[in-house]
């Protein structure tokens, strides 16, 4: 059997774990890691036994040079549409680290390069495998909620969680904070579990207010330095969709409050808690609340797996990549309305619908 050859871009936190996952596969051989810090990449090589004429320091020698089936993208955000374009161009299927990239315009690119290569791009958004996420998404499919009209995204904030490394908090790496690190993940589970409702306004507000501050108390393992601190810890957005939909966003990576809540999808017919997954109906004369017993999934494990699946199978990608292209402007749309301060249109690309 021909063993997958896996390359690694960018060799920091996130990249152990997809080695972690990949080396579980007897069909896949992780071939290359490229690294701009090269110590870094080398110690990667030896934890994982990638070769050593398999480590890089600039990612386009790596591509160039070792014949990859798919590489993974585990580079700070704004670094991610470059790579991933240039494999897709060198006909290699990428899975790319959430948020897909820094803004909806190279998200675009990333799209338009998987398109007319005809390769995989999937943006490694785990939680798509959350039992409680796809249950809920077949609960909404199924009309139980009847017409949706509410719905909170949240993942709950952080009362101290504001990533130590600068891939996270420098704008030139990052492009931006919280919303990007966490409310992506908040904008996708809601997206997922409504089936991609077409998103037409936004009216939001970012906050920099605990991260800059030299005094502020950190706790629970986070280390930040404040004085290089330069994006958002604080988001809150209300979003219209199509059909009288609203949606509203909050999240903080460091706030003066233990939880901003879970999140929630209201009906006409019935509610839903998403986490854990609770439905509220009226069923048989009464208020009914139901419960469900959902399995163990070690989420992490399903991305590599279903990615790899796909790339053997020659596609589709597991995670359509046009939905986070639409994700993407929706948060280019909340920064616009952030720094203008009034409501704004999401501009959705014509490509995304042809
Ligand atoms: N899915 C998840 O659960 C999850 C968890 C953590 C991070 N992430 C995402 O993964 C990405 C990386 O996060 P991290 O925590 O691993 O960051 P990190 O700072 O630990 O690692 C990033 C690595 O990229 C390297 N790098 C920077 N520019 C590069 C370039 N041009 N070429 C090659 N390497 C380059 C850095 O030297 C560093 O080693 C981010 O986009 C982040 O949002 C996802």
């Not at 161009?89 to 290569?117: D, F, Q, T, W």
């Not at 019935?270 to 986490?275: D, E, I, V």
């Amino acid at each position: 059997m021909k063993k997958l050859k896996v390359g690694i871009i960018g060799a920091g936190g996130i990249a152990n774990n997809h080695a972690h996952y990949y080396r579980e596969l007897p069909d896949v051989e992780l071939s290359a890691v490229a690294d701009v810090a090269q110590d870094r990449a080398r110690e990667f090589a030896l934890r994982w036994g990638i070769p050593p004429d398999g480590v890089f320091s600039e990612f386009s020698e790596m591509l160039r040079s070792v014949e990859l089936d798919a590489v993974s993208i585990c580079t700070p955000h704004k670094v991610h549409a470059k790579p991933a374009v240039e494999a897709l161009k060198r006909g290699i299927h990428v899975l790319v680290e959430k948020p897909m990239a820094s803004c909806g315009s190279e998200a675009l690119e990333m799209y338009k390069a998987a398109r007319s290569s005809g390769k995989i791009l999937m943006v490694g958004f785990q939680t798509r495998w959350s039992p409680e996420l796809r249950v809920a998404k077949r609960i909404v499919a199924s009309g139980a909620l009847g017409r949706v009209y509410y719905a909170e995204t949240t993942l709950g904030g952080r009362r101290r969680g504001i990533p130590g490394s600068a891939t996270f908090t420098k704008k030139d790496l990052a492009g931006g904070g919280v919303l990007l690190d966490l409310g992506c993940y908040a904008i996708d589970n809601i997206m997922f579990v409504l089936g991609h409702p077409k998103p037409l306004a936004v009216s939001a507000s970012i906050e920099s207010a605990v991260g800059g501050q030299k005094d502020a108390l950190v706790e629970g393992g986070w280390a930040w330095n404040p004085e290089s601190f330069e994006v958002e810890d604080f988001v809150s957005a209300f979003i219209r969709f199509e059909n009288g939909l609203t949606v509203l966003l909050k999240e903080s990576w460091a706030m003066h409050l233990e939880t901003l809540g879970s999140p929630f999808i209201l009906g006409t017919k019935g509610g839903l808690r998403l986490s854990p997954l609770e439905l509220y109906r009226d069923e048989w004369g009464y208020m009914a609340n139901t419960s469900f017993k959902l399995p163990q999934v070690d989420i992490y494990r399903e991305r590599i797996r279903n990615f790899v699946e796909a790339v053997k199978k020659g596609g589709p990608s597991p995670i359509d990549p046009r939905e986070i292209v639409m994700e993407m402007f929706i948060i280019d749309s909340i920064y616009e309305s952030a720094s203008k301060r009034k409501e704004v249109d999401v501009k959705l690309p014509a490509e995304l619908f042809s």
